[in-house]
């Protein structure tokens, strides 16, 4: 943050000039500030169990909407953006969309990563704001089946 070495200038004693340390210092030209203000992250983490309650509450509000489809199987043989995408017209979701797959599929994200608006994430990583900021939800039926038949998280196991 400042130019200059941390090495003490000249040594101590015996050369006739007051003592000095190093050029970084604050009453030096090029030192550093005293004090100087510096940015601080005032942010706080949202407890774990409020995190979770957010995010089945989004999924429930989803669900009331009617913006929730559920698809027996999303598999791909091969990445295929215009396969996928073809998938999506079929099913009638137009905007913005979130996948969510049982477990991480290869073929399923790369074919989804160049949809404009498209997000893939397992279920495992599903979170509130990731659920509102899509129009709608594609579920597989085993993503589903693993999502509303996870246990509760208990603070022992976190």
């Known amino acids: 943050m400042v130019a200059g070495s941390s090495r003490k200038m000249y040594r101590q004693k015996g ?10 210092t604050g009453k030096r030209v090029g030192g550093g ?3 100087a203000k510096v940015p601080r992250d005032f942010s706080q983490r949202m ?3 409020q995190r979770r309650l957010a995010r089945d509450s989004a ?5 009331r909407r009617d913006q929730v489809v559920v698809v027996d199987a999303l598999s791909m043989e091969r990445p295929q953006t215009k396969e996928f995408a073809g998938v999506l017209k079929n099913l009638k979701i137009e905007r913005s969309c979130l ?6 599929d290869e073929n399923v994200y790369k074919s989804a990563r160049n949809v404009q608006k498209v997000a893939v994430l397992p279920v495992a990583d599903l979170n509130a704001a990731a659920v509102l900021n899509h129009q709608k939800v594609l579920f597989t039926k ?8 996870r246990e509760p998280e208990t603070a022992a196991e976190a």
């Not at 999924?59 to 669900?63: N, P, S």
């Not at 996948?99 to 991480?104: I, M, R």
């Not at 085993?142 to 038949?149: C, I, K, M, V, Y």
């Open 47 to 49: 407890p774990s169990k």
């Open 15 to 24: 050369t006739g000039y007051a003592r000095m340390g190093n050029r970084r």
């Open 142 to 149: 085993d993503a589903l089946e693993s999502f509303l038949n």
């Open 33 to 35: 500030m005293t004090f």
């Open 59 to 63: 999924v429930l509000a989803k669900l």
């Open 99 to 104: 996948v969510a797959v049982n477990g991480h």
